[in-house]
């Protein structure tokens, strides 16, 4: 089966770093996405990796190693608006979107 | 400008009543997509379309199906809501399949 794998939950402070973890299991491999979902709210598009590498966007960065099946999402500067959940999603070898269920993040002051 | 327009926002409707959720596009994009999402839970995918070509997923249950008329309107109908089917039903579009994907607002749908 396919499956994606990242943390319920996560707290971290105002100012901090903090980096969201994903792995995944699928059927082939055609790019990951990182999105943002405020509560409520529809999810936006963060990010999108295909090579392995760092790839960086202002406070937000994001990392993938196909060979270990894993990415993260690396948040700088931490703003109490960067509470949110971060959904990954791998594109399967049909180029179906495989979503993870997100990691919940809680930025204190 | 709004990218991918849903209508309504709010959705009440009484278990059992047809209802249907609206989703346009401005981006003329080839794919949309109508997702279910549950409180603390991952969109789940229930149809898709790529131009006219409809896609439905495995477990879609047949109580959902949708309408494409056009590249720009996309329609979801759910013949018989039932509880279990109050949830936030997401509209999306991308160009092709493997890429981003645009969400509209949500249709945040209640059964009564």
């Known amino acids: 089966g396919q499956n994606i794998d990242q943390p319920t939950e996560m707290t971290a402070t105002e100012g901090a770093i903090v980096q969201i973890n994903c792995t995944y299991q699928t059927s082939g491999f055609n790019g990951l996405f990182w999105y943002q979902q405020h509560a409520g709210e529809a999810p936006t598009f963060l990010s999108y990796?295909?090579l392995d590498g760092l790839e960086e966007k202002g406070r937000f960065s994001s990392f993938l190693s196909r060979s270990k099946g894993y990415s993260y999402l690396l948040l700088k500067e931490l703003q109490m608006k960067d509470s949110a959940s971060y959904l990954c999603a791998v594109v399967d070898s049909n180029y179906q979107l495989i979503w993870g269920a997100g990691t919940k993040l809680i930025i204190k002051p | 400008d709004a990218m991918v327009i849903q209508n309504p926002r709010y959705q009440v409707t009484q278990f059992g009543k047809p209802v249907t959720l609206s989703c346009s596009q401005t981006?003329?994009?080839?794919?949309m997509y109508w997702y279910q999402q549950k409180s603390s839970q991952a969109p789940k995918l229930l149809f898709h379309y790529y131009d006219k070509d409809f896609n439905n997923e495995a477990d879609t249950p047949d109580n959902f199906q949708s309408r494409r008329p056009n590249t720009s309107f996309c329609f979801l109908d759910i013949r018989s809501p039932g509880l279990g089917d109050a949830a936030m039903y997401l509209c999306?579009?991308?160009?092709?399949?493997?890429?981003?994907?645009?969400f509209g607002p949500g249709t945040r749908l209640t059964v009564t």
């Open positions: 999306a579009t991308s160009r092709e399949p493997q890429e981003e994907q645009y």
């Open positions: 981006l003329n994009h080839n794919v």
């Open positions: 990796n295909v």
